[in-house]
Structures are given as C-alpha cells and as structure tokens.
C-alpha cells in the first residue's frame, strides 16, 4: 500500500524559512517523480516544485525561484522542501505527491500526471 506523508510545516514570521519533508512508502523511488504543490486560501492548487528521482532534474515555479530548493535523500527516501525569505503569500496547504509508474514518471506541474497524495501540511507566514 502506497503513503505519501508530509512534514514540517508551521508558523513563521516573513522572511523566515521552513523545510519540508514528505516520505513515499510502498514505492520503487526510481521510477517516480516527487512533486510538491500547494493550495492558498481561495486559490487553486499550483505546482511549485517536482524532481526526477533517478537523475535529478527539476523544476520551480517562478514565484519560489532562488527561494525555494527541492533535494532528495536517497538513504533516507525523503523527499525535501527548503523555504527561504518567506512570504505572505506564500500561506498555503502543502502537498507532497508521486508521478510514476505504468504511467510513467513526470516531473510536471500538472497535477493530473501525479498518481498518489499526501493529506498535506499547513503553512502559514505571518506579515
């Protein structure tokens, strides 16, 4: 049975950072790309980072370029989300997922490319 589960989010002041931590269990990591998304208040569900497990590409949104760095531990099969110079809006659910398998592996910031989800961690900067 396959669990995606988040970690780490949190209240903090802007300016601040957080690091997210998301562990996918019941997967083969190399034939999957990580994602993480997030949803504001009032908003819809955005891609803001993804990285092929098997060699390391990636990709960022534009809003959380040189803020944010997704990494990997392979010992640790954790996938990573490091936020610097935080922002307001930046206030978000955060969702970890996994693209892979017969389907293939897309490290995409379309959500209809990732088959499995985590229930997400809350993040929420204060101004």
């Known amino acids: 049975q396959v669990q995606v589960v988040e970690s780490g989010g949190g209240l903090v002041q802007a300016g601040g950072s957080l690091r997210l931590s998301c562990t996918a269990s019941?997967?083969?990591?190399?034939?999957?790309?990580l994602g993480w998304f997030r949803q504001g208040p009032g908003k819809e569900r955005e891609g803001v980072a993804c990285i092929d497990w098997t060699d390391g590409s990636t990709y960022y949104v534009d809003s959380v370029k040189e803020r944010f760095t997704i990494s990997r531990d392979d010992a640790k099969k954790t996938l990573y989300l490091q936020m610097n110079d935080l922002k307001p809006e930046d206030t978000a659910m955060y969702y970890c997922?996994?693209?892979?398998?017969?389907?293939?592996?897309?490290?995409?910031?379309?959500?209809?490319?990732?088959?499995?989800w985590g229930q997400g961690t809350q993040v929420t900067v204060s101004s």
């Open positions: 019941g997967l083969t990591l190399d034939d999957y790309a």
């Open positions: 997922a996994a693209s892979g398998g017969i389907s293939g592996a897309y490290c995409s910031q379309y959500q209809r490319f990732y088959n499995y």
